[in-house]
């Protein structure tokens, strides 16, 4: 089955500065890549997603990037903020139905931005 | 309001007893799933149900049993609980043909 893995499990920033997180997965035939944001004591939220046919998607302050040949995505956040301070959580899927459509997580990562 | 909601919330019990967790959406999707999330904050699939079929993770011990009375609700029985099951607990569904699964917000299960 999918794996997958998340680098790093801490990260603390200045405000202002960049934040990189990075995934890699094990299954090649995953195809849908998504990030989660969780708040302390929230929900998980997504906060954007990229498909296996599209290398780099953007929504403003974030950015999310894939290499299916070396089988791993990065999650990019500028310019951030100090509410930009939550656990994120990276994952994997195959596609719908059955066990395929499972959303297999990463570890997570915290992250601290210091004002 | 349109959402994934579970009840209850929080939910303390002691070793051994059996308890359930509702889960219910009204946003009209297909598929629901339970997660559990560790202390270290990792969030595993337990269970996914869609149009009656269900798909069961391999590692969650069958005291762990979903029930779906109907195609908006996926509610989670656990039978003899243990120390090992505090944790939180996720519910969320997907939309047919979508990837974004929308999440529950959490019951918090402490077993003493």
């Known amino acids: 089955g999918e794996n997958v893995e998340q680098h790093p499990s801490t990260l603390s920033v200045q405000e202002g500065d960049s934040a990189v997180i990075k995934c890699t997965y094990s299954d090649s035939a995953s195809n849908y890549f998504p990030w989660y944001k969780q708040e302390l004591g929230k929900r998980p939220q997504l906060i954007i997603d990229?498909?296996?046919?599209?290398g780099e998607k953007k929504d403003q302050r974030i950015a999310v990037t894939l290499n299916k040949t070396a089988k791993h995505f990065s999650l990019h956040i500028t310019e951030t903020q100090p509410e930009d301070s939550a656990v994120y959580f990276c994952?994997?899927?195959?596609?719908?139905?059955?066990?395929?459509?499972?959303?297999?997580f990463g570890k997570g990562t915290k992250l601290s931005v210091k004002p | 309001d349109t959402a994934v909601s579970q009840t209850p919330k929080y939910l303390v019990t002691q070793m051994g007893n059996d308890k359930s967790i509702k889960c219910e959406q009204n946003?009209?999707?297909?598929?629901m799933y339970w997660y559990k999330q560790d202390s270290k904050k990792f969030l595993k699939i337990m269970f996914s149900?869609?149009?009656?079929?269900?798909?069961i993770n391999e590692t969650v011990p069958n005291r762990f049993s979903p029930k779906s009375p109907d195609k908006a609700h996926l509610n989670l029985h656990i039978n003899s609980l243990e120390l090992g099951d505090s944790a939180v607990y996720f519910c969320?569904?997907?939309?047919?043909?979508?990837?974004?699964?929308?999440f529950g917000q959490g019951t918090r299960l402490t077993v003493v």
């Open positions: 994952a994997a899927r195959r596609g719908y139905g059955g066990s395929q459509g499972n959303l297999i």
């Open positions: 946003l009209g999707h297909d598929t």
């Open positions: 149900y869609n149009n009656k079929e269900l798909i």
């Open positions: 969320a569904s997907s939309p047919r043909g979508s990837t974004e699964a929308f």
């Open positions: 990229i498909r296996s046919n599209v």
